[in-house]
């Protein structure tokens, strides 16, 4: 107890003021975030935008895809124009895309604020990491991290259950939320003092020039560039999490039993996450994966913490394919929670543990250089998410993609959806011709096509990316250790 009080004691004030800046960034990020699948393809009636699972794939596979790979060149901006000044401008691009996006009721205009909202978050990624790591030592650092990966933890946690919260009133008002969020840390910039920082001298284009060329010379080790494409396969069936669970949920899974359980057990819980209709947002079952790893993941860190590197990343990578695809599988949603729970002990034994690998393969003279391809494969891995999520989903689980073709097949006709005839008309609608309520035909469409097949696609990518990595281990890495 003494040698962690002493610790604490060491961390400066600029590391705590980062990480509570990092804690109510995490808010407002996840706030929107973790719900933005389903306000996107929703139907407009309700608030959400109406888009199909194509578009909605675009926008968050690409938005952000560019997310993870800007960090490359906005660290050298940060470097050169000061940590503060540009934290300064990452809130204020923050604010203003989240102030925004309530009025990006199109494809074309929420594709284009979802990027603006993503270059500010390109802006502050590397400047928090970069301050954690120069306010820490040899002594601290893995204290320190800690602390970082709790906030990034509880950030993603408390965001989503308060933004929730604020969807009874209207979509929009999440947007204020997380604009709310962000302006909290304004004032607390303030108070930040930017960690000694080597100033470059060099051109920008030139700094430029020199982080490619560096990303070039790291990406000529072979071993390094198949390690990056397996890893970015993880990550594609990772970020289902956000992009396909939210909807299949949404359209799949009745909750009604799993509000009755709670209210039947914990009433006042019920009237919390509740809806009037007697059913649980889908969100706050997916939301249940950060409150997993706040609550397991120094068990899960204390297990594995003997283990090679990569025999941690196999068995990750496996049990967090297996447990994503066992949530699609179901229509069960206590059988999905239980799944959330195998899908987040993968992701606390496999996740961590990509940076560590590639810090212990890098040449000793090449460090800084490997570290900066480990955003690589999340940039690619989110592409192909948003692949999965979009076409993929669409042709194989969507709900209103596999109503048109069955009332297409017997012959019946409804008026394309539009400003006046919207998504839930369409459902109610096709309701009528069937001559089925919403349930019923929701089930009939689960029995005749098996929308829950998807979950085949996901077990193949990660455990494709699991078995990959055997491989790589056993015929690239073992065999030049010996």
Request: net charge positive.
């Amino acid at each position: 107890m003494t040698t962690l009080s002493r610790v604490f004691r060491k961390l400066p004030k600029t590391f705590w003021i980062a990480n509570t800046m990092e804690l109510f960034e995490r808010w407002a990020w996840y706030g929107f975030y973790m719900l933005l699948a389903n306000y996107l393809t929703k139907s407009t009636d309700i608030g959400a935008l109406g888009l199909s699972q194509e578009e909605k794939g675009m926008i968050m596979g690409i938005g952000t895809a560019i997310l993870y790979f800007l960090p490359i060149i906005t660290g050298a901006i940060a470097d050169r124009y000061g940590f503060k000044r540009v934290l300064f401008i990452a809130f204020l691009i923050y604010f203003t895309g989240f102030l925004a996006m309530p009025y990006c009721k199109s494809f074309v205009s929420f594709f284009a604020i979802f990027l603006y909202v993503a270059i500010g978050g390109a802006l502050f990624k590397p400047i928090i990491t970069a301050t954690v790591s120069k306010t820490t030592d040899e002594e601290t650092s893995s204290i320190g991290f800690g602390v970082f990966y709790m906030m990034v933890n509880i950030g993603a946690f408390v965001g989503p259950l308060v933004a929730l919260q604020f969807t009874k009133l209207s979509y929009e008002s999440v947007f204020y939320l997380s604009a709310i969020f962000i302006a909290v840390n304004f004032p607390i910039l303030y108070f930040y003092k930017e960690p000694g920082r080597t100033k470059s001298d060099l051109p920008f284009i030139q700094s430029l020039k020199t982080i490619f060329k560096n990303i070039g010379v790291a990406l000529s080790d072979y071993k390094f560039i198949i390690f990056l494409v397996i890893v970015a396969g993880f990550w594609s069936m990772y970020y289902q999490l956000f992009y396909t669970l939210p909807v299949f949920i949404d359209q799949w899974v009745d909750t009604h039993t799993l509000y009755n359980f709670i209210h039947d057990v914990w009433p006042w819980l019920t009237s919390k996450i509740g809806s009037p209709d007697g059913t649980i947002k889908a969100e706050y079952i997916t939301n249940i994966d950060a409150m997993y790893i706040i609550i397991f993941q120094v068990m899960v860190s204390t297990i594995i913490m003997k283990w090679r590197p990569l025999t941690s990343m196999m068995t990750g990578f496996l049990v967090c394919a297996i447990g994503m695809a066992l949530t699609l599988f179901t229509n069960n949603p206590f059988f999905i929670i239980a799944s959330i729970f195998i899908f987040g002990i993968g992701e606390m034994a496999g996740s961590p543990k990509v940076t560590e690998y590639i810090g212990r393969i890098a040449p000793k003279d090449k460090i800084a250089l490997y570290m900066g391809c480990a955003y690589l494969p999340v940039t690619f891995g989110n592409l192909m998410a948003g692949y999965i999520s979009g076409s993929v989903y669409g042709k194989m689980a969507d709900k209103l993609t596999l109503l048109k073709t069955d009332l297409s097949s017997k012959g019946l006709s409804i008026q394309e959806i539009s400003e006046s005839f919207t998504q839930t008309d369409f459902y109610n609608k096709a309701g009528e011709l069937l001559n089925m309520t919403q349930t019923e035909m929701t089930n009939y469409l689960w029995v005749t096509y098996h929308p829950n097949r998807i979950w085949v696609v996901l077990l193949a990518i990660g455990g494709g990316a699991a078995f990959l990595l055997f491989l790589y281990d056993r015929f690239l890495i073992r065999k030049t250790e010996k």
